[in-house]
């Protein structure tokens, strides 16, 4: 017998039902009629983005700073970049910090998470969106969508993006997350955090939360972000305090399956860390064997960072 909708976690369920929307859901207009005294931080990490970030920072500065003034800091972090991130996004009208010129008293590592642990230092709004620099197709709809939740219930702490994905071989778009969303992360809250399986997009780089929230909590410098927060949200304050929110349609670059491996192998570290199994070291190794018998070995940083109300 097929199981059945009524067959899901009941947690995952409900949630599903009363906290999914749509970016429609939250016209600017409303957005920033609903936005009172708080202030909004749009915050891209990026690395070796020069190709996209004009675009993504263009967009956002022309329709949420000088038509409607819903973002009130427009930050990019340049994540050791080794071309012109950075200028190209400074000509584009954002505020751009190297992560290594943030707190050098704290050092330096390469990663996304590392980007954005960095820029609670140097953001001083009370909601933070995250949005990733290699967008080629998407809109300024994100950050509305995104915030919108945030602004409509102070119980709302996080609030993740899930949308089409444009596939960039062959033709046509997917529906569904990337290869380790659904190979990974979606498998891993299945069986550990089934009132999380309702999640459409764990993994997804758009996202927005609460400063309050983020500053207390342990951030993996890599791309175990995303699944951090998600867990650690959902322990501490309940699955209630997670929203989802249909964007629409996102094209981005692919990375190659070697490169998704080391991505798998980190978010299962972060994962299984918050089922209380420490990884061995702080560095992990992940080999890939090719064709000829060589051995390809590629470093894993499992560094977590501490809540950055404590650094």
């Known amino acids: 017998m097929s199981p059945s909708r009524s067959d899901l976690d009941p947690r995952a369920r409900t949630w599903f039902d009363t906290r999914t929307s749509s970016w429609q859901d939250w016209p600017v207009a409303d957005v920033l009629a609903a936005k009172g ?12 983005e020069e190709q996209t970030i004009a675009d993504v920072v263009t967009q956002i500065r022309q329709d949420l700073v000088a038509d409607a003034p819903l973002v009130d800091e427009l930050v990019v972090m340049d994540s050791l ?14 505020v751009v910090h190297s992560v290594a ?6 050092g330096v590592r390469a990663g996304k998470g590392e980007a954005l642990w960095k820029s609670l230092f140097v953001t001083s709004a009370d909601l933070l969106v995250f949005i990733d620099a290699d967008l080629t197709d998407w809109g300024p709809h994100f950050v509305t969508g995104l915030v919108g939740p945030l602004l409509a219930s ?7 993006g899930f949308y089409d994905r444009q596939l960039d071989f062959g033709e046509g778009i997917a529906a569904e997350g990337g290869r380790v969303t659904e190979l ?19 993994l997804a780089g758009e996202w927005a939360v609460r400063r309050s ?36 349609q996102r094209g981005h670059r692919h990375q190659n399956l070697h490169d998704l491996g080391a991505m798998a ?38 560094t977590e960072r501490p809540p950055a109300a404590e650094s």
């Open 37 to 48: 005294e708080h202030r909004v931080a749009v915050v891209i990490p990026a690395r070796d």
């Open 81 to 94: 970049s080794s071309d012109d991130t950075a200028k190209v996004a400074a000509d584009a009208g954002a």
């Open 101 to 106: 010129d943030v707190r050098p008293d704290l």
């Open 154 to 160: 102070e119980k709302t702490l996080l609030v993740k």
């Open 184 to 202: 990974v992360a979606r498998p891993w809250l299945a069986l550990n955090r089934p009132e999380l399986s309702a999640v459409v997009q764990p």
């Open 213 to 248: 929230h983020i500053e207390r909590l342990s951030i993996p410098v890599g791309y175990g972000i995303e699944i951090a927060t998600l867990i650690d949200t959902a322990d501490r304050a309940g699955v209630d305090a997670v929203a989802q929110v249909d964007l629409g």
């Open 265 to 302: 192998y980190e978010l299962l570290a972060v994962a299984e860390r918050r089922n209380g199994r420490e990884a061995a070291a702080t560095t992990g190794i992940m080999p890939a064997i090719t064709r000829d018998r060589a051995w390809q070995l590629r470093a894993v940083d499992l």
